[in-house]
């Protein structure tokens, strides 16, 4: 039986690797905005991410999922979240790297592309723990509605410290925090939900209600919102534990069975006379969250580019070291069709996330209001078909677990449902383009930069200029998301990408060349070009 399991042809490990030095779209686009004081910064976390070692934290965090304690062995209710120690040292590794709420507090003036380049590389290796890291990043617009709070729970939750564990949050070396906004009965229209707040002589108030979705239960503090008699909806923010040490009533009724995002918990909550306290003005929740909405989405984008990247990277390295039909896989026309096609989706992808980022650096919010969420729609959407049509360059070693596809693939839909899906997302572009005359003149700034450097570009944004002149209807919706950032993308590509790079992405995503099916619209020729670039 020896002679008959000899191992050939089978590809080496893709770790280790540095998944910085190795990324030319992420080293280039953070030269181009901040020189090399990213690239230095992050030198240890490109590291880091590209070893064995935390390749197995991964699948680890992943292969066992968390589990929730409702009552000690006594029956007492305690509401916790036990998970495996591989999540823990994620979550270690994002926090001490200043990947949460850090950029806010920061002085570095790339602070927020510093940090969306470290999250691309921390959700390679693992995609659900960056769900409490997202949302500890983007509560803390929103906290500024509330002076009193912010100074209260502002260092802690940007401290680099990584404190797991329910007890006071004023003493607590570092902060995390999650949101509980959806009702069962209403999703993404929030407008719908039912649970009240009630106002307390002592200026707190009392929440009572149902959250179909509560994201990240095992964190500190909460964004929810609820209905105010006499105003509508409103924010509030909830500890778990209250200050002082007591448990607030923060019942958890179960956690979810995702799809994907396994690690990470989601759960349904019941708040019972629950403590809050209000963030912004009566009846204005929506408005106060909106800019936290704008960083998650943001982080969208960055989690569903990372995932390509990760995607492209483990098939370009099976295709490099695998032989089939008399070749290496990398020589074959048509597979060298399909990875340059997924290299240019990695490519653009990188290049969005990076521009959007350094906007928040700059504080362009009218460019953000409407470029991140074109951006969230778009990216988000062309996961499944890319990590897909990766998994695909594996054969039937993709569809195994082993080779880490199925995990990015089951992920990849995640981040285009999440902070709102396709129609609601599209709906909120055309609402910017209709009613935000600073957002669109920002985005037609910006997609003005590359006019006359490509005449498919240059086509392309007339086109699109005349649709926004008449055609603003909701039924237009998605395809002018789908525009906006296809030629956002080609705009980027064009100013910061390799010529090659630009020039093959106008060609088959502007031009008459342009198809739908990865790797179907680009020549051999082509093909050769953007896989010489390294």
């Known amino acids: ?6 191992v050939l042809n089978q590809v080496p490990p893709f770790r280790p690797t540095d998944l910085l030095q190795t990324d030319r779209g992420l080293l280039a686009g953070q030269t181009h905005y901040a020189g090399k004081s990213t690239e230095r910064s992050l030198a240890e976390l490109g590291s ?3 070893s064995p070692e935390v390749e197995e934290w991964g699948e680890q965090a992943n292969a066992n999922p968390p589990v929730l304690r409702t009552h000690d062995r006594f029956g007492h209710r305690i509401d916790e979240v036990s998970f495996h120690p591989a999540w823990h040292r994620l979550m270690q590794a994002s926090v001490e790297n200043g990947l949460h709420a850090a950029p806010w507090a920061s002085p570095e003036p790339h602070a927020h592309l510093r940090r969306a380049a470290g999250f691309f590389l921390m959700s390679q290796v693992e995609a659900g723990h960056g769900c409490p890291i997202s949302m500890t990043y983007a509560i803390w617009p929103a906290l500024q509605h509330n002076p009193e709070l912010a100074a209260a729970y502002g260092p802690g939750l940007t401290a680099k410290a990584y404190a797991p564990g329910l007890v006071d949050p004023l003493t607590k070396p570092g902060l995390l925090a999650g949101m509980a906004m ?5 999703g993404s229209d929030v407008r719908a939900n039912t649970t009240r707040a009630v106002e307390q002589p002592d200026g707190s108030y009392r929440l009572t209600g149902h959250k179909w979705f509560c994201s990240a239960p095992m964190c500190d503090l909460f964004l929810v919102l609820a209905q105010l008699e006499g105003a509508g909806l409103s924010c509030f923010l909830v500890p778990r534990v209250l200050p002082g040490g007591e448990r607030n009533a923060f019942a958890l009724q179960r956690l979810k069975d995702k ?4 690690s990470n918990a989601s759960s ?3 708040f019972d006379q629950t403590v809050g306290w209000l963030i912004g003005h009566e009846g204005k929740g929506v408005r106060t969250i909106i800019d936290m909405v ?4 943001l982080d969208c984008v960055i989690g569903s580019a990372a995932g390509q990247r990760a995607a492209y990277a483990l098939a370009r390295h099976h295709a490099e070291h695998r032989s089939a039909f008399g070749a290496q896989l990398i020589d074959q026309p048509v597979m060298r069709a399909v990875l340059a096609d997924l290299a240019l989706e990695s490519e653009a992808a990188t290049a969005t996330f990076l521009r ?4 928040v650096d700059n504080t362009e919010q009218a460019l953000t209001r409407i470029a991140v969420a074109a951006a969230k729609f778009w990216v988000c959407k062309r996961s499944p078909m890319v990590v897909g049509e990766a998994l695909e360059c594996l054969g039937g070693n993709g569809y195994v677990e082993e080779s880490g596809l199925p995990r990015l693939f089951r992920e990849s839909p995640l981040n285009s449902i999440w902070e709102g899906s ?3 997302i599209a709906l909120d572009v055309l609402r910017a383009l209709t009613r935000d005359e600073a957002a669109a003149t920002a985005l037609r700034t910006e997609l003005t930069e590359a006019r006359g450097a490509d005449t498919r570009y240059d086509a392309a944004l007339t086109g699109l200029e005349r649709r926004l002149s008449s055609d603003l209807e909701p039924s237009s919706a998605r395809r002018l998301a789908s525009e906006l950032a296809l030629l956002l993308q080609a705009s980027l590509l064009l100013r910061t990408a390799p010529g090659v790079i630009s020039d093959v992405f106008c060609a088959t995503r502007l031009g008459p060349q342009s198809a739908a099916v990865i790797g179907s619209g680009v020549s051999r020729q082509q093909a050769d070009a953007v896989l010489a670039v390294r």
């Not at 799809?259 to 396994?262: Q, S």
């Not at 704008?294 to 989405?297: A, G, K, V, Y």
């Not at 959007?356 to 906007?359: F, K, Q, S, V, Y």
């Open 1 to 6: 039986m020896a002679a008959t399991h000899e």
């Open 268 to 270: 349904e909550v019941e």
């Open 422 to 424: 396709g129609n609601v």
């Open 294 to 297: 704008t960083m998650t989405r």
């Open 259 to 262: 799809l994907g995002n396994r």
């Open 356 to 359: 959007l980022a350094a906007a």
């Open 48 to 50: 880091l991410t590209g």
């Open 182 to 186: 959806t009702e069962k009965q209403g």
